[in-house]
């Protein structure tokens, strides 16, 4: 167990619908990494969050968000889905911004 | 379930061997360098890392091994086991002063008892 809570695990929902994706980072970590794992793409990074502020971005689309609370704890919002956003979603989290990263279990996104 | 596609390339050892799994990275300028382990239906797990400035480093049955003239970084498990048996994605990191990870396709070791 890395320390790192997803949820939900599982998520079956329509084209065109919105959906959030809640990551919990360990205890004192303040980066968050949002990945994306799909079958024809493999694993891409989409975002990095590091104490509530944006630090990096990936190959995320205009149509995903996210956002670091005070707390640090972090959201992934998807909306108008495509079938082709099925995949999992990791967050994974670290201590700073440059230290060794842990991931959650993942999201599964059913896109139908 | 599966967390990854179904045409990686698959390495299939017999319990007991060494393992050598490969990966080839695209960016010169990158400084440093990850090797994961994704068990089914797991998220990827750190196994060990690199700096740029080393051209090997052991940790306890794995050794990272880095050729930075021709951009090749590879990873020895010694004495295969069968739990051992997951996909294995190299990753290095683009972004300076923060980590920007880009993953390769991954490698299926399968190990059979």
């Known amino acids: 167990d890395s320390g790192v809570t997803q949820t939900p695990k599982h998520l079956i929902t329509a084209t065109g619908q919105r959906v959030t994706l809640r990551c919990s980072p360990r205890s004192g970590d303040l980066s968050v990494y949002w990945y994306q794992q799909s079958l024809d793409q493999g694993l891409q990074f989409l975002i990095h969050y590091y104490n509530g502020e944006e630090r990096a971005k990936g190959n995320i689309l205009e149509r995903f968000s996210a956002q670091q609370f005070p707390d640090l704890h972090s959201e992934l919002n998807l909306s108008s889905l495509e079938l082709g956003d099925s995949a999992l979603y990791f967050c994974a989290s670290s201590s700073g911004a440059e230290d060794e990263q842990y991931f959650g279990p993942g999201t599964r996104l059913t896109v139908t | 379930g599966e967390s990854v596609g179904l045409h990686l390339p698959t390495l299939s050892v017999q319990e007991g061997d060494n393992s050598i799994i490969n990966c080839a990275y695209s960016?010169?300028?990158?400084?440093?360098f990850i090797w994961y382990k994704q068990e089914s239906g797991k998220g990827p797990q750190f196994i060990i890392d690199?700096?740029?400035?080393?051209d090997k480093r052991q940790g306890q049955r794995v050794t990272v091994l880095l050729n930075k003239t021709v951009k090749h970084l590879s990873l020895q498990i010694a004495a295969t086991q069968p739990g051992d048996s997951a996909v294995y994605f190299c990753?290095?990191?683009?972004?300076?002063?923060?980590?920007?990870?880009?993953f390769g396709t991954g490698t299926r070791l399968l190990v059979s008892p």
């Open positions: 990753a290095e990191n683009m972004g300076t002063g923060f980590q920007k990870l880009v």
């Open positions: 690199i700096r740029s400035n080393m």
């Open positions: 960016n010169s300028a990158s400084d440093y």
